[in-house]
């Protein structure tokens, strides 16, 4: 069961990365589109957009990232929001919506679930 649990780590980082990606290519295309309008409202409201999509983008990224870093080192909150993660990933189709289900079934596991309570356990000690 501990692939399954680098697998799930794997995937949500690689799932952030993709969309921290994706924020770039938006950032890039908005700026450089806006840098060829003429109308200068035009050119900040494109250039508005460009900079919340990227922040936004990141914004959902880092817990992502956090949440796979935290199953390879076997932590229960890591396990917690990867699960939440899983169910917003639901909407993201293709790719986010198989991710999703598949970290959700190999999560809650009862292997999976007492590996990650007896690590807790024996980290308070």
Known sequence: ME???NIVAALQIGLSIFNLLIAFLVFTVLKLVGGFVDDANGANILSLIADI???VFIIISIPGILAGMGLYKKKEWARILTLILSVIEFFS??????IGIYSIWALVQPEIVSMFNSSEASQNL
């Open 93 to 98: 189709f293709p790719f986010g919506t198989a």
């Open 53 to 55: 999509l990227a922040v």
């Open 3 to 5: 692939k399954h649990i």
